[in-house]
Structures are given as C-alpha cells and as structure tokens.
C-alpha cells in the first residue's frame, strides 16, 4: 500500500509557530524532505524530532521527486518542508505533488504560518481581495512589466523581495503606481519584525538612509480604484490629497505623493489639503 505525501507548514521565523498536528506528522513519518537539511534541523532538535533528512531544492527537484515517489509507492510516508511556511507557495514541490497526485498517492495538506497572510492581516490593507504573485523579477525591465501588468489591478498585491532587491523594487513600484499605499512587511515573527507603511516613495527613503536592509521582505501594494493616480492628477489639490487619505496614507504622506505628482511645493499642496476644514 502506498504511503502519504505530507505537505508541512513550518514557522516563518519563530519556532513556536507550528501546529501540534505538525510536530506530530513530523515525528511519525518515515522521511522529511527539506530545502535545507541545516535550517530544517534547527527545527526538528527544537522538538526533540529525530528523523531521516534529504535534500528537495530547485536544483535537485526533477530526480529527488522520482526517487521520493517510488518510497511513496512503496509504502513510506513522507513529510515535504519548506525553510519557511507552506511548502509550495514560492518554494519547491510542484513536481512532487503532481506526480504523487498522477501515481495515486494520497497527498495530505498540514496547514500552518504564511508570510503572504500573516503580512497581509497586519498590513491595514484591503483583505476582501488580493493577488499573491510570489517574487519580482530580478531584471528592472522583466519587473516593471510585472507590475505594469497589476497596475490596474483591483485587489491588494503581494509579492516577495529580496532585501538587496527592495530599493529597486520599489522605486519601479513609485514610478508606475504612483502614490498607492505600500506597505513592506520585514522579519515577520522575529524578534525584529517590522512594519512600514505609506508610498513607495516614502518608505524608499526610509530605507536608503539606512546603512543596510536586511531580513526577509513581503511587499503589499494597495488595490488600484477609483482613486488611482492617473485620475488623481485631474481633480482640485485638495481632493486629490483627500483621496490618497482615503486610500490609507496619512495627510503628510498624502501631501507629499500629490506635491511630488504635480511637482508643486509641498507647502502649497498642504494648505490647499486643508481647505473644506475651516
């Protein structure tokens, strides 16, 4: 009879963020299938988990996915484990799945920590709908297509950055789309987890006045609307400042993306943003 195919959530950073059902699986399985036997160990002695490891990477994927369906097929259970989060989503797997699903053999979800979720229910952002689309090309060109293709998308983006990417990434984000509100997710669940909300602009120059950036970043970009910035530059200053509020950002950081837009002084743009109040 063949064996099950497990597919296990890890914890995104602190190790106290796994299911009991995980650890569970993780000690009865035959075989736990990992990016990195040395990060995936980390884990396994904080739960006292002692189990056979192999590799399962990009670059082994195709021949690790043969050899690991035929001890499915002959009835080992197998746990496959991401360094992060749920396996698949931005990570590997694909193969395997698609060919336990082909062979027959049974492939059982264990749900647990998602950076994408976890960012995106902190993030103040609309969660009625958003576009999870993993990570930006590395290429300036390859990226701006990317999110010249999402521009007018209706729902909340959500990518993945590399630290050393970020400033690029969001420079692209600022020229394309304007004053939407952004909001970069870095570190979650570690002990130096952070937030940072406002334009593209603004947290751009948060981070360049840094000496480095570092940690694992996810990249939320508020839903295009009726609100966008196209339309933003047709309609009264004051209004235009209103509506970037109502889309999240603050007056300042309202203030700024309409002075930067209509190259205007950010003082002129602040005192017509106040009209209507008196």
């Known amino acids: 009879m063949p064996g099950i195919l497990y597919l296990v959530a890890s914890p995104i950073g602190n190790l106290e963020d796994i299911t009991f059902r995980a650890v569970r699986i993780l000690k009865e399985c035959d075989l736990i299938a990992c990016e990195d036997t040395r990060h995936t160990l980390r884990l396994l002695n904080h739960y006292r988990i002692g189990k056979p490891l192999i590799s399962y990477h990009d670059h082994n994927e195709a021949t690790r996915s043969a050899e690991l369906i035929?001890?499915?097929q002959a009835g080992s259970n197998v746990a496959l484990i991401s360094d992060?989060?749920?396996p698949l989503v931005a990570d590997p797997g694909y193969r395997l799945v698609t060919a336990a699903v082909a062979a027959g053999i049974s492939v059982q979800p264990i749900p647990g920590p998602s950076a994408l979720l976890t960012a995106l229910a902190a993030s103040g952002l609309p969660t009625d709908a958003f576009r999870f689309a993993g990570f930006l090309p590395a290429k300036s060109g390859q990226r701006s297509s990317v999110l010249e293709a999402f521009s007018n998308d209706p729902a909340t983006l959500i990518f993945y950055?590399?630290?050393?990417?970020?400033l690029d990434a969001l420079a692209d984000v600022d020229r394309i789309m304007g004053a939407r509100p952004?909001?970069?997710a870095r570190e979650l669940t570690?002990?130096?987890?952070?937030f940072l909300r406002g334009t593209a602009r603004h947290i751009l120059d948060i981070l360049a006045a840094r000496d480095a950036v570092k940690g694992e970043i996810t990249l939320l970009i508020g839903k295009a609307g009726k609100n966008d910035v196209a339309q933003l530059d047709e309609i009264p200053v004051e209004e235009a400042v209103a509506a970037c509020m109502r889309e999240g950002l603050t007056r300042m950081e309202a203030v700024k993306a309409v002075a930067r837009r209509r190259g205007l002084p950010k003082r002129e743009v602040?005192?017509?943003s106040l009209l209507g109040r008196e």
């Open 84 to 86: 992060a989060g749920m």
């Open 161 to 166: 950055e590399a630290p050393h990417r970020i």
């Open 190 to 194: 570690k002990a130096h987890e952070e």
């Open 70 to 72: 035929a001890r499915l």
């Open 270 to 272: 602040y005192a017509q």
């Open 182 to 184: 952004v909001v970069v």
